[in-house]
């Protein structure tokens, strides 16, 4: 006879909170009755609660995948492991889609690919950021000397929400 073990993956990058076996979900019932009701505690595989020796032991993608979810509200560290490991660099493309699900990191990868490279994937999304950034900020200036415009009688309220591509109501909720 071959032995069938229940194992429980959680994927959540925080602590397991609810009940660990059958005895923890009914907590109420009285100790005379709960010798005749048998405790299930559950096989719980839970990322943020395992070392990263523990981790070490996956031999699979899985390993990846728990690294990634264990440090997914760590920025730093998510990307001080995907660096250090090579592994990350030719990773499976299941595994990878598993990681960007569930750390919902929106990262691209090319479509029919095997194996990607998450690192670069990462590059990516930094890069976008920044580009994201430096362009709120271009937006910012810009508004602030349309408004300062206004406000000096130089230009009116009506071309400086045309010239910023905004209606007046939202140019002047956007007043610095």
Not at 111 to 124: K, Q, R, T
Not at 125 to 144: D, H, L, M, W, Y
Request: aromatic share 8%.
């Amino acid at each position: 006879m071959i032995p069938v073990v229940t194992v429980v993956y959680y994927f959540g990058s925080d602590s397991w909170t609810a009940p660990r076996s059958l005895y923890d979900m009914f907590p109420a019932v009285n100790e005379a009755l709960r010798k005749f009701i048998p405790n299930y505690p559950i096989n719980l595989i839970a990322p943020a609660e395992l070392t990263d020796d523990e981790i070490e032991m996956f031999a699979t993608d899985l390993r990846r995948v728990t690294q990634c979810l264990k440090y997914a509200n760590d920025p730093k560290k998510f990307d001080e492991i995907t660096r250090a490991d090579p592994a990350y660099r030719h990773i499976s493309r299941r595994a990878a889609d598993v990681i960007n699900v569930v750390t919902n990191s929106n990262l691209k990868f090319p479509e029919n690919e095997e194996e990607v490279d998450m690192c670069l994937a990462i590059e990516e999304i930094k890069k976008e950021s920044e580009v994201r950034g430096e362009a709120k900020g271009e937006a910012k200036g810009i508004f602030k000397i349309l408004h300062t415009l206004v406000e000096k009688g130089l230009l009116s309220i009506e071309d400086a929400a045309e010239n910023a591509g905004v209606s007046v109501e939202e140019f002047q909720r956007s007043k610095p």
